[in-house]
């Protein structure tokens, strides 16, 4: 089994749309959960990050963990087309990916 | 955030050549930092963790003497893919850690897309 499970999509929505993302992972033990946004042929930019579980938000972005389900997400609210781009998620320090989710939001 | 840059961004050799990527942290100071590598369409996969001053660790499967890390300073890491051959034609993505007791930050280069011809 591997430590994250990521939906490798690809998912295409509407502007406006909302968009729902979403892992799992494995180790009961993580205490860190990020999400990353990556542009095509360019590094991966951190966009939010949350310890333990609960809801962060931040503008357009919430991101969520679950610990009792291990399933981690991030909401997109009223996506937009620069929104178009793979979105990885990432747990505990060491940085262990999901495998993507290619996403695109259409005008 | 925390700025990383890479150099090179492309680079394009011949096979049996050596080829130096940069990673430097521009505003703060990494103890360590991390490479990895892209294959189209899939994720990152980690290939070695740098600490300065010390030996970098390597992952299952990657061959330190074809993956050459030096971390020479607090803010500067390099990658030498050694002898190149065309498949090691890939993104190569660095990172570093963002120095703070309970670190989980990292902060990612641009990339550099290496094709070995």
Not at chain 1, 27 to 37: C, D, K, P, V
Not at chain 2, 33 to 39: C, L
């Amino acid at each position: 089994q591997k430590e994250v499970e990521q939906d490798p999509g690809p998912l295409s929505v509407p502007e406006g749309a909302i968009v729902s993302l979403n892992c799992t992972y494995s180790n009961s033990a993580f205490q860190y959960f990020m999400w990353y946004r990556q542009y095509s042929r360019k590094g991966p930019e951190l966009l939010m990050y949350t310890y333990s579980s609960g809801n962060k938000e931040d503008g357009r972005f919430t991101a969520q963990v679950d610990k009792s389900s291990k399933y981690i997400s991030l909401f997109i609210r009223d996506s937009q087309p620069s929104d178009s781009a793979t979105y990885l998620c990432a747990v505990s320090r060491q940085l262990t990916f999901g495998s993507g989710t290619q996403l695109t939001v259409l005008p | 955030g925390a700025v990383v840059s890479q150099h090179p961004s492309w680079v394009i050799c011949k096979s049996g050549t050596s080829v130096k990527i940069e990673c430097r942290s521009l505003d703060f100071q990494a103890t360590t930092m991390f490479w990895y590598r892209q294959f189209p369409k899939q994720s990152l996969m980690l290939m070695a963790t740098s600490n300065e001053g010390s030996k970098a660790t390597y992952e299952q499967g990657v061959e330190k003497d074809k993956f050459l890390i030096n971390h020479a300073s607090l803010t500067l890491s390099t990658l030498t893919v050694t002898s190149a051959h065309p498949e090691d034609s890939s993104f190569y993505i660095c990172s570093a850690r963002v120095p703070r007791e309970v670190s989980y930050e990292q902060y990612f280069g641009p990339g550099t897309r290496l094709t070995v011809t």
